[in-house]
């Protein structure tokens, strides 16, 4: 009874925000019913008993993610409103509309033929990986991550110092003057 | 009286579909790369949220690994892609979807 509240509280929110991101003309108020979406997704996480996950969709997506985006928002003045109403694509919004149905008819489908669970596989009776009631989330989840995804975590170290280096080299202003100068040319500025 | 019905997985994952969908027809229709943006990253929880139901669903914690990497890498592509967004539009603060052309040189 709880969980069915919490579901359809939580949903109804991620679906309002999703909405909002989608349908509003200025990108500030898009950015912020995003954030809406985040926390409701953090709520079903939580209803799903992925604890750890939830604080770490709060704190990484909805703490630095969308504030990022506020940040690039702000920076570049393009938070005017965009104007809905061109359609430079000539009927590109209909067929928009028949491939979100379609992709959603899809997943439905998918959904329905396996009579509600869409995959074959079964719980695993005694496996490394296996979830136990006792155990906290927090703790299968670091010991999957540091003995089974060893090396795709220390990949992923590498990943965000790319990033960074990434981010630091696309968004610096070049000078207009920088030459490069010939060092047998003597002094150098 | 409310029909109390029971919460099933398939409830979260017609959820994860729903929220997919408006992802994909938001990123089709809308202009603005900042928002076409919002509408990836609206893709990924959806994605997320499928995941942790199927981790739960099958009593394995690798579905939530997965989801930490995937947490992972929309952080690092959100850096990359703004970066790549203020060098664009500093350049032609107007340009949007339609401007293919300003990628040149």
């Known amino acids: 009874m709880v969980e069915l509240f919490v579901v359809l509280v939580a949903g109804a929110i991620c679906l309002g925000g999703a909405l909002g991101v989608v349908l509003n003309r200025n990108p500030v108020h898009a950015a912020l019913s995003l954030v809406a979406t985040l926390f409701g997704i953090a709520v079903l996480f939580i209803a799903q008993e992925a604890n750890f996950l939830a604080a770490v969709q709060i704190i990484v997506y909805a703490g630095a993610i969308v504030v990022l985006f506020l940040f690039v928002l702000m920076l570049l003045g393009v938070d005017q409103a965009e104007d809905l109403s061109i359609e430079p694509l000539g009927g590109q919004r209909v067929a928009a509309v028949i491939v979100g149905i379609g992709v959603l008819g899809l997943s439905l489908l998918a959904l329905a033929s396996t009579g509600g669970e869409a995959t074959g596989a079964r719980p695993l009776e005694a496996a490394a990986n296996r979830v136990t009631e006792g155990v906290a989330d927090i703790d299968q989840l670091g010991e999957s991550l540091f003995t089974d995804y060893l090396f795709a975590f220390e990949v992923t170290s590498v990943l965000l110092v790319i990033a960074i280096v990434g981010a630091v080299v696309l968004s610096r202003k070049v000078r207009r003057a920088e030459y490069v100068d010939d060092p047998l040319e003597g002094d150098s500025a | ?105």
């Open chain 2, 1 to 105: 009286m409310i029909a109390v019905a029971e919460v099933t997985p398939a409830w979260y994952l017609v959820l994860g579909a729903l929220l997919f969908t408006v992802g994909a027809v938001g990123l089709l229709v809308r202009r603005n790369p900042l928002v076409m943006f919002m509408c990836i990253e609206l893709m990924l929880n959806a994605v997320t949220l499928t995941f942790v139901t199927f981790s739960r669903m099958l009593h394995d914690v690798h579905g939530q690994t997965v989801v930490v990497f995937v947490l992972v890498v929309a952080a690092a592509e959100v850096v990359v892609g703004l970066g790549i967004i203020v060098a664009l539009l500093r350049k032609h603060p107007t340009a949007t979807a339609d401007d293919l052309n300003v990628l040149k040189g």
